[in-house]
């Protein structure tokens, strides 16, 4: 009879968190708000124009992830690449240069120089250099 007492007490100790875990829970949870709440307040800090609600979910799993970043570093990451797409797809709607266009028809201005992409940097490089060491 006392074998089958202590065997329920022990099943309802393992079966049931125990105190110490749910406070180990809380305490865990309470962590991760004040830490979130901080993010927020360094967010808020760098980025005043900011609708907080409108965060996106991309940034959010960024800092979220296995390999956390700072919500704030999530979010600069974020806005760099958005600003990076916004002013790529400006600059694909300008007309490439092409020799010609500058008074010398074998040179290019700087203008024309700083809206080429790589690859037209690339294949007019010789061209570059003696517009750029004309100047």
Do not use: C, H, W
């Not at 022990?10 to 049931?16: A, G, K, M, R, V």
């Not at 960024?62 to 760099?80: D, H, K, M, N, V």
């Not at 010789?126 to 100047?135: T, W």
Request: proline share 7%; net charge negative.
């Amino acid at each position: 009879m006392t074998d089958e007492i202590i065997e329920s007490v022990l099943t309802e100790n393992t079966e049931q968190p125990s105190e110490l875990d749910l406070l180990k829970g809380e305490l865990s949870r309470y962590r991760e708000r004040e830490t979130r709440e901080a993010e927020l307040a360094a967010l808020r800090e760098l980025f005043p124009e900011l609708d907080i609600s409108a965060i996106p979910d991309e940034v959010i799993e960024a800092s979220r992830a296995p390999q956390t970043l700072p919500l704030t570093a999530a979010y600069a990451i974020y806005a760099r690449r958005k600003e990076m797409r916004v002013r790529s797809a400006s600059e694909a709607k300008k007309p490439l240069p092409t020799p010609g266009q500058s008074p010398e028809s074998d040179t290019f201005t700087r203008e024309e120089i700083s809206r080429m992409s790589r690859a037209d940097v690339r294949r007019n490089y010789s061209k570059i250099m003696r517009s750029l060491s004309a100047n």
